[in-house]
């Protein structure tokens, strides 16, 4: 493998304040690339980047802007000529709110990724990781699920802004010169092991780790189950849970792989997940023994749009992009909980 001097190679990170950016920029500035970060903090906080330099001892360029905005993306990039990467994260992810507010989720998605692409091609940057998700595949006929496995109709306008940036990426990936690699996530969960960063849900949280933390730290009366009466060894639905740091260190190893000349084509695709795929059952029995506390339950109908079970095939990845998960759902579920408890703490 060539050996790159990260210095070089200056990376803008979109979204770099928020969950799985922030997570990303700590293990490239660890590594020595240097970082520009834009984010509008729609979904973050400004405590975020200090955070990130109190981790790493290094403060990464920070820009606060809307990349849905044409004109100031542009003049970002016109002064920023030495980028040699972009790691696109900046977009909205609720699916639930997706489906009440779909054109949010169009006009925001769409937009930033066309300026990017545009400011991009504009610099002559050539190289670009985009943040995809495992909801580009639905409820796949066959698990675990590969890459070649077939994208079907979205089940909510945030998973088919998935599926259109991954497409506009490919053909505009053909068009000049650029190489790209999207990476689709399975469920991120966990904190950095500082537990300085972390995931910052708005209001009530969606999604089944933070309300498992916060409802052991007394926050909600009780965790609702969507649904036990799945097809599944317990009854509940079955996700890929994958630790953010592991998650993060892909984006790395992605990046490499361009800088390194590595790519097999244009346009590369890759699962990261940890090919384990857990109930929420399993999910709250991990989360229970590692905190010692134990969760007020209740089993409530299935949530609607819920697929049934999903996890990776990563072998992909693995072979491909010299990367592996390494962090056990117990060790996700322990950092989740530290977060949490420095949160209640501040
Ligand atoms: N769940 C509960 N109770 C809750 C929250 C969730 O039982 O309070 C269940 C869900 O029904 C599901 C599982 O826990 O079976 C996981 O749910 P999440 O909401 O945590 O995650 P999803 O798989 O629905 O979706 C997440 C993100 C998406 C992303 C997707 C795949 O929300 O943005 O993973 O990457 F696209």
Redesign the pocket.
Known sequence: MTEINPGDFKILVTGGAGYIGSHTVVELQKQGFPVVIVDNLSNSRDFVVDRIAEITGVAPEFHRFDLADRDKTAGFFASHPDLKAVIHFAAF???GESMGEPLKYYLNNLDALLNVLQGMRAAGVENLVFSS???VYGQPDDLPVRETSPVKDAWSP??NTKQMSEQIIRFTSSSFGLRAIALR????VGAHETARIGELPLGIP????P?ITQTAAGLHEC?????DDYPTPDG??I?DYIHVTDLARAHIAAVRRMFDGRSASDFEVFNVGTGNGYS?KEVIQSFERVSGKKLPVDIVS??PG?IVQVWADTSLANRELCWEAEKTLDEMMLSAWEWQQSLSNQ
């Open positions: 992810k609720a699916v998700s495992c909801t945030y998973a996530y399975f469920n991120p969606n999604n089944l780790t309300f965790l609702k189950v969507f649904g509940t639905a996700r929420v299935r949530r819920d």
